[in-house]
């Protein structure tokens, strides 16, 4: 039995993909999942299960969809690979953590793609690609800046969600 943390991209925003996390852990549940646990409402699932990362984002996958009619990508993550990402992490000590975002990645990052993003498009906002994870230190916050997470699939040729230092740190706990 392995502990993974499942991140959901893109519900609970703006009144958008609506899934309350008390319906979401008892569907889980119900869908042999065990130690269901959630952190905040932005699709941060901790789960205990047997299936692999495939197999576990496509039960979720189907479970949103089944029950709440909402259709978003689910990216598996184990608890170990969240303190490597943290302890890989690029950033400054001194740097706000808000601006500091970590892209969870769904299949192995193509490093080469995102070292060729031209960076010069997206002002003072520093990248740095690791295997499973790229790290965004946003100069004026992610809501001001023009790198959107569908530039960053494109060049890293998997699906990404993204958690902001703190909450990436908080993960650890579920």
Do not use: W
């Not at 000590?93 to 970590?102: F, I, K, M």
């Amino acid at each position: 039995m392995t502990r993974s943390l499942v991140l959901l991209r893109g519900i609970n925003v703006s009144g958008h993909n609506k899934v309350p996390m008390a319906d979401l852990r008892t569907a889980l549940g119900a869908a042999g999942l065990l130690n269901v646990a959630t952190y905040i409402q932005s699709g941060n699932i901790g789960v205990d299960s047997n299936g692999g990362p495939e197999d576990l984002a496509q039960t979720v996958e189907g479970v949103l969809a089944e029950s709440f009619d909402v259709h978003v990508p689910a990216v598996v993550v184990t608890q170990s690979d969240i303190q490597t990402i943290l302890d890989g992490a690029p950033f400054a000590p001194e740097a706000d953590p808000a601006y500091q975002l970590v892209y969870f990645a769904s299949d192995a990052v193509d490093i080469e793609g995102v070292a060729g993003i031209d960076r010069s498009r997206y002002g003072g906002d520093e990248i740095t690609a690791a295997r499973r994870a790229i790290y965004v230190s946003y100069e004026n916050g992610q809501g001001k800046s023009k790198l959107t997470v569908d530039a960053l699939e494109r060049a890293a040729g998997c699906t990404l969600t993204g958690r902001n230092l703190r909450s990436t740190a908080k993960l650890l706990t579920l």
